[in-house]
């Protein structure tokens, strides 16, 4: 007969532990593919998080699903985001733009930096703002490391960058390139009815049956 030694049930406990764990996130991941299959039927996508590379992948394989699935319905992007990555932000903003597909969007909370760019890819005319909300023009920045000719080229990706959206936001309100600059250049907060004046939003919504 074999002593069990007390290492030995602290593995026999931490295996059923990272079983229990593994059995957890299979059943959550589950719950989240059902989710996103419900919210799919509704033609609903959701930006409610930082813009990355994955939240990007996840935007563009929904807008291909629903395109496939008609080009005449209309589908609704809620917007409720810190910012994040410039590139995915753009990308998102190409994507919306891309596909044959009737777009709105909708801020409900925070539409900051990247945000706004994944906001201003709904159709014209179709970009609206729950009451609440709040908007932040804040131009792409990033931390470079390495020697002084990386660096410049650094730096000279960051200004292009700043110009694109600048660009994209100006186009988008109908004002003038320098006063966008202007306005960007430090953190420019906007309130709802802010958004509506500069030409970010259409109108302020508190119902679905406002923006039918």
């Not at 589950?30 to 935007?59: G, N, W």
């Not at 994507?95 to 159709?123: E, K, N, W």
């Not at 179709?126 to 023009?137: E, H, I, V």
Request: hydrophobic share 35%.
């Amino acid at each position: 007969m074999r002593w069990k030694r007390p290492e030995d049930e602290k593995l026999v406990r931490f295996d059923e532990e990272c079983e229990e764990c593994e059995e957890e996130e299979e059943e959550t991941s589950h719950e989240e593919d059902k989710f996103q299959e419900k919210m799919l039927k509704t033609r609903t996508i959701l930006v409610s998080e930082a813009i990355s590379d994955e939240l990007a992948k996840k935007v563009y394989q929904q807008l291909l699903v629903l395109e496939a699935d008609s080009k005449e319905k209309p589908i609704t992007v809620i917007v409720n985001s810190p910012g994040g990555e410039a590139d995915s932000g753009f990308g998102i903003y190409d994507m919306l733009r891309f596909v044959d597909i009737p777009i709105q969007t909708i801020v409900a909370g925070l539409c900051a930096s990247a945000g706004v760019m994944v906001f201003l890819g709904g159709d014209d005319g179709k970009r609206f703002t729950l009451p609440n909300s709040r908007f932040l023009l804040h131009q792409p920045s990033s931390q470079s490391y390495g020697q002084a000719s990386d660096l410049q080229i650094a730096s000279e990706e960051i200004v292009r960058l700043r110009e694109q959206y600048n660009k994209i936001v100006a186009d988008v309100t109908g004002k003038d390139l320098e006063t966008v600059t202007k306005d960007a250049n430090r953190d420019f907060w906007l309130s709802a009815t802010e958004a509506v004046d500069y030409g970010l939003a259409k109108k302020v919504v508190n119902s679905r049956q406002d923006i039918e």
